[in-house]
Structure formats: C-alpha cells, structure tokens
C-alpha cells in the first residue's frame, strides 16, 4: 500500500514537471515571437520615413555647426519632429552621419533645441554599436537592443540613406523606442 502512494506520488511529480515544462517552453516561444514582430515592426516603420527623406536634402549637410543656419537642416528638423509625434512608441528620430576617420555623429535630430536630449549638428555618437556602424558599411537595415546609452535604454532600428545612382550610403536614419527590458 505504501509502495502504491509512493508510486502515486512519483507519477503525480513527473506529470506536474511536464506540464511545468511544457508551459515554460510555450511562455518563452509566445515572448520570443512577440519580440521578433516588435523588431519587424519597428523595421518597417524606420524603413519608411528613411525612403521618404529627400536624398538631396540630406547630402547638402554638413555634419557642423554651421547646418543650424541651413534651411534644409530647420526642414529636415521639422519633417523628423512632425514624424516622431506621430509615431506614439518612437522617443527618438535622427540621421547619422560617418567621418572619414570613422567618427559617428548626428546630422539632425528629433528633438527641440531646448530638450536637454537635443543633438546638435555635428555631436559626436560615441556610443554608436558595432551594429550601427555596420549600417554604414553597406549592411542591411538593423534593429538592435536593448542597448543603454547617455540618453537611456532603446530598442533601435538603423536604415541606410543610399544614393541611388552611385549606391554610397550617405546617411543613417535611426529610430528608438523605450525598452524595459
């Protein structure tokens, strides 16, 4: 009698262990494909404010200071303000640009001139990822994180702004979401 409770007991553990198992591996699937169509999405959604940049504007920057009095820059800024205000999740927009040495740095970004989050002209991106930097190099669009940098946590997705005559990447438009990761 005692050896059937025992035996009982056994199956009922290896049963409830199962099911643990089972119910662990389908948690850890349905978040795995939440966060791939997260990523998709955010993709999509940088791919298609960086296909409706005008080329012409953003080759006529210069990385510097001196872009503040450029009307192509205020028109730039005023298209990626307009744009992030109505992508609800989106906390940053902004175009990257590459110096010869390497040098990531912001052409222009998102954010008002008196945001303590502002980027001006020519800030240097110090924290730019391998990922981001690859971008440049003529990889595919990214999406990335969640990474932390001076500004916070970020899921981030980087898209090429290729000329489509010559196929050099001029640019890098990039889009942050929050991440509480």
Known sequence: DVERKKGRTLGGVAVFL???SVGTASTLWAVLQADHLMREELLRRARFVAASLDLARVTSLS???ADLGNPTYSRLKESL???RSCN???RF???LGRK???TVFFFVDSEPPSSADYSPPGQ???EATVQCREVFSGANPEVEGPVTDRWGKWMS???PVASQETGSIVAVFGMDVASDR
């Open 81 to 83: 303000v307009t744009t």
């Open 124 to 126: 240097v991106y110090d």
């Open 88 to 90: 609800a999740q989106c």
């Open 18 to 20: 199962i099911i643990l």
């Open 157 to 159: 997705a980087f898209v």
């Open 63 to 65: 990385g510097t200071e």
């Open 93 to 95: 927009m902004y175009l």
């Open 100 to 102: 010869p040495d390497g």
